[in-house]
């Protein structure tokens, strides 16, 4: 998608690049190799040209910060293709105030957990996501990924694909239990009937009781949570790029 995408380059919106779609400009090499754009200034082509010869060199380096600078948030999901084999589906729990106790981190294979007063730590933290250059969560831009960063007074410099904001553009709305239904993937019985308040409380029983089977059924339902964004991931974000090539979303 990345390759195919002209939101980039300088005073370009989603009309501007859906106009040199039109005119069967449909990668970064057919733009280079065409002289005149309808709708493009020779000025504005030659800056343009020399734009997309920097991105091909950043994107042939894996260089991501360069992609993070010059993509605003909600346009880093077109990254996915290129990196998805280098994501990681993060979510995490708190005890309903200041304190994470759970933070999951999904790599397509397993879940890894980092728990409040076992391995929750910094270092941890920082160990486990540097062997990623991608981020998708549900919700993270406003709540996961501030909330980690000020927990940990860090900063993460990853790709981050919020899949709320995704999922809202192509008409799938609500929660991530919501969208869920919608997409009708199923949850295990045990886990269907929780939500959030109740991660919190599995927590706080933990804690009183120090029984396993809270704890067990807290980290059941952060897998879950962590496993179902790459099922959303992979039907919203082609879903998402289908419409905006269609000229369904402007």
């Not at 082509?45 to 994107?59: G, N, R, V, Y």
């Not at 990254?79 to 005890?95: C, G, P, R, S």
């Amino acid at each position: 998608m990345i390759k195919q995408s002209f939101i980039f380059l300088t005073n370009t919106k989603q009309k501007k690049e859906s106009n040199i779609w039109k005119q069967s400009i449909n990668d970064w090499d057919d733009f280079l190799n065409v002289q005149n754009i309808i709708g493009l200034s020779r000025k504005s082509k030659i800056i343009h040209d020399e734009e997309i010869k920097e991105a091909k060199k950043h994107l042939f380096e894996e260089n991501t910060k360069y992609f993070q600078n010059i993509l605003p948030l909600s346009e880093q999901w077109r990254l996915y293709n290129e990196y998805k084999h280098q994501a990681v589906y993060l979510d995490i729990e708190t005890d309903g105030y200041r304190n994470i106790t759970v933070i999951g981190l999904f790599d397509g294979l397993e879940t890894k957990f980092l728990v409040n007063g076992s391995n929750l730590t910094k270092e941890n933290l920082a160990n486990a996501l540097n062997q990623y250059k991608m981020i998708l969560t549900f919700n993270g831009a406003s709540f996961d990924i501030p909330f980690i960063e000020k927990y940990f007074q860090v900063n993460l410099n990853h790709i981050h694909i919020d899949l709320r904001h995704v999922c809202s553009k192509i008409g799938l709305t609500g929660g991530l239990k919501e969208i869920e239904k919608q997409l009708n993937i199923q949850r295990p019985q045990e886990l269907d009937c929780l939500r959030g308040h109740n991660a919190v409380e599995l927590w706080k029983m933990w804690k009183v009781t120090g029984e396993e089977r809270f704890i067990k059924l807290l980290l059941q339902y952060n897998d879950e949570d962590c496993y179902n964004l790459k099922k959303i991931a992979e039907y919203a974000i082609p879903k998402l790029w289908d419409k905006i090539r269609n000229n369904e979303i402007l």
